[in-house]
């Protein structure tokens, strides 16, 4: 089946990662919730997933303890069918600890699956993501 998604569709998911990223560097967890759907889930490596008031919370402790830069970032495949859209990435950042430590290089793969709201607003409505070992190594 072909990808039948607008220009204009492709471009808006893509600034809701662009948004995403940009909120999470700047420690802003409103700006970040405004991305997420009224039911988002959430499904963290090895951990349970996280909806609801449980993932508010789960996201707001993390902005709170860690400052975020990312470094590369890439759209690896979107296929947007109707008002649901899938988005692949891979990205690295650097963690550092707000309480003082050591900072983490860390590299993920993810995907989102989005959603489009009544007003034409995408939103996040799934995210997971893993790990992935430091370039050269497996």
Request: charged residues 25%.
């Amino acid at each position: 089946m072909a990808d039948v998604a607008s220009e204009l569709d492709r471009q808006q998911v893509f600034a809701v990662t662009e948004e995403e990223k940009a909120a999470i560097e700047a420690g802003d967890i409103r700006r970040y919730l405004a991305l997420l759907s009224d039911d988002a889930v959430f499904m963290p490596q090895n951990v349970h997933s996280k909806t609801g008031d449980e993932l508010r919370r789960w996201l707001a402790d993390f902005l709170e303890r860690f400052t975020i830069k990312y470094h590369d970032f890439a759209h690896t495949e979107t296929i947007i069918r109707g008002d649901l859209a899938y988005h692949a990435y891979t990205c690295s950042w650097t963690a550092v600890p707000k309480s003082g430590g050591q900072p983490t290089l860390m590299y993920f793969k993810g995907l989102h699956v989005l959603r489009k709201q009544p007003g034409g607003a995408w939103r996040i409505f799934r995210s997971i993501w893993n790990t992935d070992p430091a370039p050269g190594q497996s």
